[in-house]
């Protein structure tokens, strides 16, 4: 079957990283491995590590990156483990964040809200915590919270009281018994809006059960630490949450010390580990072809060589 997935900021990503046929590669989220494939047709002596926590995305690559797969490596791990995973330094590395384009269309992984199925929503299967003991076990000040942090979602409390209410009854047990919850707890100008009353919540839910916010800092630290001088690391977001601490963390690894301004001399002994590019975003030409790419954005950076600083 011909493969024909074009990733998000794909051109953008592949010019970004400056690939060197010779060089190592990492890309941290696998997903259906749209930049893998282009990374890995450039090279010829380099190297290829592939990283993703989905178990079905490293067993779906095997196949695609089949051409490629003598200068590629499939690790089925998180990437906040990227500090064990690479056994070398690299010349460039790609995380495009959020949930991959399989765990929304496929039903079963209960991370839609447009199909009925099981609350899941995990992107390791194997992993322990589902939405569905998020949605029935977690506190109802838990609930609020994660909602209006995870969700920014502005009617957090009362679809906090609507969950907490309705499992007293019984148990949510799926995404669009989830969904009937949320809607009964908004106002009717709230049901109108563009936006699926139910996709703040659902985001808030999914990044509960996966720690994706957790995992970003020591990511980032990771990879800026495993980068050989002038290796480049290209971060793609989907949202306004991962973007700030994307956006922070990289701020704080090109600033280096961290001394207060009234400091005469530096006394915290920190470095600047890496110079920062201006973010980019799609074209109106990919949104219209893709709308899942309305809100990404590529922040890009490089790592400075020790005789820059």
Same mark, same amino acid.
């Given at each position: 079957?011909?493969? /024909? &997935?074009?990733?998000?900021? *794909?051109?953008?990503?592949?010019?970004?990283?400056?690939?060197?046929?010779?060089?190592?590669?990492?890309?941290?989220?696998?997903?259906?491995?749209?930049?893998?494939? $282009?990374?890995?047709?450039?090279?010829? /002596?380099?190297?290829?590590?592939?990283?993703?926590?989905?178990?079905?995305?490293?067993?779906?690559?095997?196949?695609? *990156?089949?051409?490629?797969?003598?200068?590629?490596?499939?690790? &089925?791990? !998180?990437?906040?483990?990227?500090?064990?995973?690479?056994? $070398?330094?690299?010349?460039?590395?790609?995380?495009?964040?959020?949930?991959?384009?399989?765990?929304?269309?496929?039903?079963?992984?209960?991370?839609?809200?447009?199909?009925?199925?099981?609350?899941?929503?995990?992107?390791?299967?194997?992993?322990?915590?589902?939405?569905?003991?998020?949605? !029935?076990?977690?506190?109802? $000040?838990?609930?609020?919270?994660?909602?209006?942090?995870?969700?920014?979602?502005?009617?957090?409390?009362?679809?906090?009281?609507?969950?907490?209410?309705?499992?007293?009854?019984?148990?949510?047990? /799926?995404?669009?018994?989830?969904?009937?919850?949320?809607?009964?707890?908004?106002?009717?100008?709230?049901?109108?809006?563009?936006?699926?009353?139910?996709?703040?919540?659902?985001?808030?839910?999914?990044?509960?059960? !996966?720690?994706?916010?957790?995992?970003?800092?020591?990511?980032?630290?990771?990879?800026?630490?495993?980068?050989?001088?002038?290796?480049? +690391?290209?971060?793609? /977001?989907? &949202?306004?949450?991962?973007?700030?601490?994307?956006?922070?963390?990289?701020?704080?690894?090109?600033?280096?010390?961290?001394?207060?301004?009234?400091?005469?001399?530096?006394?915290?002994?920190?470095?600047?580990?890496?110079? +920062?590019?201006?973010?980019?975003?799609?074209?109106?030409?990919?949104?219209?072809? !893709?709308?899942?790419?309305?809100?990404?954005? *590529?922040?890009?950076?490089?790592? +400075?060589?020790? +005789?820059?600083?």
């Amino acid at each position: 079957m011909e493969y /024909t &997935h074009k990733p998000v900021l *794909l051109d953008e990503c592949i010019g970004a990283l400056h690939i060197r046929p010779e060089g190592v590669y990492v890309d941290g989220t696998l997903g259906r491995a749209g930049h893998s494939r $282009e990374i890995a047709k450039r090279l010829t /002596t380099g190297r290829l590590i592939c990283i993703d926590r989905d178990s079905a995305a490293i067993e779906a690559a095997r196949e695609r *990156l089949a051409p490629w797969m003598d200068r590629v490596r499939l690790v &089925h791990s !998180n990437f906040s483990e990227l500090g064990s995973v690479l056994e $070398e330094d690299a010349d460039g590395m790609l995380f495009d964040l959020g949930v991959s384009s399989p765990q929304l269309d496929d039903p079963e992984r209960g991370f839609s809200y447009m199909h009925d199925a099981p609350l899941d929503m995990r992107m390791d299967r194997s992993a322990p915590l589902t939405a569905r003991e998020v949605v !029935n076990s977690w506190s109802l $000040e838990e609930l609020r919270r994660i909602l209006y942090d995870f969700g920014e979602e502005r009617y957090a409390p009362a679809i906090a009281r609507a969950i907490a209410k309705r499992r007293e009854q019984r148990p949510i047990e /799926t995404t669009l018994e989830l969904v009937e919850v949320i809607k009964s707890a908004m106002p009717p100008a709230a049901l109108r809006e563009k936006q699926h009353p139910a996709k703040r919540s659902f985001q808030a839910v999914r990044i509960a059960v !996966n720690g994706e916010l957790d995992a970003l800092p020591p990511m980032l630290r990771a990879a800026a630490d495993k980068l050989r001088p002038g290796g480049r +690391l290209a971060v793609i /977001t989907f &949202h306004s949450l991962e973007d700030r601490i994307v956006k922070r963390t990289l701020r704080e690894l090109a600033q280096g010390c961290t001394c207060p301004p009234s400091f005469p001399v530096c006394v915290c002994g920190k470095k600047p580990l890496v110079r +920062l590019d201006k973010p980019v975003t799609p074209s109106a030409a990919e949104v219209a072809e !893709n709308p899942r790419a309305r809100s990404a954005r *590529l922040r890009t950076a490089e790592k +400075l060589d020790k +005789l820059d600083i």
